[in-house]
Every structure is written in structure tokens, then in C-alpha cells.
């Protein structure tokens, strides 16, 4: 069986220079603001989660 990811829209609200900096590096690292936004949190997450599992 083939397992889908999951996919769900969630509203985020940040400070425009936040998003600002996010925009730019999405630009830097040909990506989208969402894969941007993905990326730096599970970079952020490595060690702490996995794919949704808590490590402990």
C-alpha cells in the first residue's frame, strides 16, 4: 500500500519583516514560501520530532 502525505492549509500570521525574509530566502533557494517555511521547520525540529513522531 502506498502511503499520501497529509497535506492541510493552516493560516499563519507573522510580522511583515518576517515574512519579508522568508519571501527573500524562498527566492535565494528556489523554493516556495511554503517549502521555505517547511524546510526551516523541520530543519528546526530535526532531534526533537520526525515525521510527525515525538523521539522520547
Do not use: D, Q
Not at 11 to 25: C, G, I, S, V
Not at 32 to 51: A, P, T
Request: glycine letters at 4%.
Amino acid at each position: 500500500m502506498i502511503k499520501k502525505k497529509i497535506k492541510s492549509s493552516y493560516p499563519l500570521r507573522m510580522p511583515t519583516e518576517l515574512r519579508a525574509w522568508f519571501e527573500k530566502e524562498a527566492v535565494t533557494n528556489r523554493r516556495s514560501l511554503n517549502s521555505e517555511l517547511v524546510h526551516v521547520l523541520e530543519k528546526e525540529m530535526k532531534g526533537v520530532f520526525y515525521k510527525g513522531v515525538s523521539k522520547e
